[in-house]
């Protein structure tokens, strides 16, 4: 339970001012009396002779009182002075004593005061620079991790492609080669056919004649004798082939290399990751009631609003086309989208319809208004975010894959899109996932915030959502039983767990000043929460006329408009003045 003790006021709108019967916000803090106060009663305070020299700052700048201790020596009395000599805390009657006689003295309370700023400012520094910056760095890591991957892809991808290429070549070259083989054989072939003839003709030739010499070796030695001589041709003289000889290429594996190219890291310096300069994280500074007026002067808006001494009702009507109201979403235009159990409606600021679209919603956050007067919203069986251009056009946006989105927030701050998101791996097994995803206003998804710094789980239903004025992501987590809330670098923060033994959180939103605002299913309250997660107040109740509280925001004007479960009139309230 995130709660600040000092700051907690049940039932209350605001943190109540310190001087009896006053009931108005206590934004100044006397450091003397250690009690906050009104802008009345800081002036009468400051007009008493007996108060003109006290220390009266803005209650967020207030001196930390000193913790009650009792003194070990005395133990009725309270321990409140420091001996400088030897350096140990005293009570009143230690320091009347005789062996501090002499000493010199300080006031515990201001040391104190003094230690606990001074660590209050370490502090601030981890939350706002250390953290943030080492988170932005590590994602720098994680996006440069994500970019070497794709490059090393790439690489690959061109070492296949070059040696396909090479073998390409190779296969081609190899299949000329042979072909010429081929064309060779058959020229050499071909002539050594033909020499063949040549012989078989001569042979041919040879047996003609053995036959004539037969015939005339067969005759009579007057017909031998008066025969002409016969004379033989000569053996035809052939060639032999020239045998074709085959040279091997000249070649080694750094030639190939180097026909297929050289992977290597250029001779560079590395570029040093750039750190954002530490802004001035100062300590708690002591304001003077001048400092305090001028600074009054020179505030905006922002700055002069403060909680209201009590929250008023505004208006209420009907919304047709929802059974209930189980989230509202105002935009830029002053008109408004409500939905229930299936249905999603825009109407104006009178009740009156302007559109009825079906979706497969629940009684989750699964749409938000968009700066450029659109709307945002999830398909959460489809696994797909539409988008709805303010001259009513629905397009698909996002496809979230494996994950239900099951609330969507558009961000004020930079127009990032902000998702909760669930996953049933099995059923059977209750296997389930949860996690925040962040896109940018193109829909590429930026972002993940899964677990903790200690590998736990963050979500288990984020089925509401929001984000502060600070950049933190507030999620209202129903199986939780909490309000998550995490930086802007995904680092978690806090977890509100309510005020109750029970606590079901529904919607969710935050203010100009940085209140969170939640709806408790169990309690059907809703609570008012600082930046930080401490508990003010629960500023709406059943005295209001509230019941079963589902969906809230607040509007450019500062009205808070509420849904309710089973009924579907938004109430608007005013809080802020």
Not at 405 to 417: K, L, T
Not at 497 to 519: A, K, W
Request: charged share 30%.
């Amino acid at each position: 339970m995130a709660t600040t003790s000092d700051e907690q006021a049940a039932g209350q709108h605001y943190l109540v001012c310190g001087i009896q019967d006053c009931q108005k916000n206590g934004q100044f803090y006397c450091n003397d009396c250690h009690q906050p106060m009104c802008e009345q009663c800081k002036d009468k305070h400051r007009k008493s002779p007996n108060n003109k020299n006290h220390d009266i700052v803005l209650y967020r700048q207030r001196k930390h009182q000193l913790p009650i201790e009792k003194c070990k020596l005395h133990p009725t009395k309270n321990v409140d002075i420091f001996c400088r000599e030897c350096k140990t805390p005293l009570c009143l009657k230690c320091f009347l004593g005789k062996d501090h006689k002499g000493h010199e003295f300080d006031d515990l309370e201001e040391i104190y005061a003094e230690k606990y700023a001074l660590w209050q400012g370490e502090f601030s520094k981890i939350q706002k620079y250390f953290l943030p910056t080492s988170e932005d760095l590590k994602t720098d890591i994680e996006e440069d991790v994500i970019e070497i991957k794709k490059i090393m892809e790439c690489i690959r991808t061109s070492m296949k492609a070059e040696a396909e290429s090479l073998k390409n070549l190779v296969d081609e070259v190899t299949s000329e080669n042979i072909e010429h083989t081929h064309t060779m054989e058959k020229s050499l072939l071909q002539m050594l056919k033909s020499q063949e003839t040549t012989y078989n003709d001569y042979i041919k030739y040879l047996g003609k004649m053995s036959e004539k010499f037969q015939e005339y070796l067969s005759t009579t030695n007057k017909k031998l004798m008066s025969s002409k001589i016969l004379k033989l041709k000569t053996i035809p003289e052939t060639s032999k082939p020239v045998q074709p000889v085959f040279t091997p290429g000249q070649f080694n594996r750094d030639d190939v290399a180097k026909l297929l190219g050289i992977l290597n890291i250029p001779n560079t310096e590395p570029e040093k990751r750039k750190i954002q300069p530490m802004e001035a994280v100062s300590t708690p500074m002591k304001f003077t009631e001048k400092q305090m007026e001028q600074s009054k002067e020179k505030s905006d808006m922002k700055q002069t609003l403060s909680l209201s001494s009590s929250v008023t009702k505004v208006r209420e009507y009907s919304v047709p086309g929802v059974y209930s109201a189980c989230h509202v979403s105002a935009d830029k235009s002053g008109r408004l989208w409500v939905s229930d159990f299936g249905s999603l409606v825009q109407t104006d600021l009178q009740g009156k319809l302007l559109q009825n679209i079906q979706t497969s919603g629940r009684d989750d956050g699964y749409h938000t208004a968009t700066q450029d007067r659109g709307l945002i919203y999830t398909d959460r069986y489809k696994k797909v975010i539409y988008r709805i251009t303010s001259d009513r056009k629905i397009t698909e946006f996002i496809k979230t894959g494996d994950w239900e989105p099951v609330s969507v927030h558009s961000s004020r701050i930079n127009v990032d899109i902000l998702v909760g998101m669930y996953k049933d791996r099995d059923r059977m097994m209750k296997d389930e996932e949860a996690k925040v995803t962040r896109y940018n206003k193109a829909g590429k998804e930026i972002q993940n915030i899964q677990r903790d710094n200690q590998g736990q789980e963050l979500y288990d239903y984020p089925h509401y959502i929001t984000e502060n004025i600070n950049g933190d992501i507030c999620t209202s987590d129903y199986d939780k039983k909490a309000v998550v809330v995490v930086n802007k670098s995904g680092q978690h923060r806090f977890s509100y767990t309510g005020q109750g033994s029970v606590f079901r959180p529904y919607g969710i939103c935050t203010d100009v000043l940085g209140h969170i605002l939640v709806c408790d299913d169990v309690s059907e309250t809703v609570h008012l929460l600082d930046q930080d997660g401490g508990f003010l107040s629960v500023i709406l109740s059943e005295q209001q006329g509230i019941e079963l509280p589902r969906g809230v925001c607040v509007d450019d004007e500062n009205n808070l408009y509420v849904g309710q479960l089973r009924t579907n009139p938004v109430t608007v309230y005013k809080y802020l003045e």
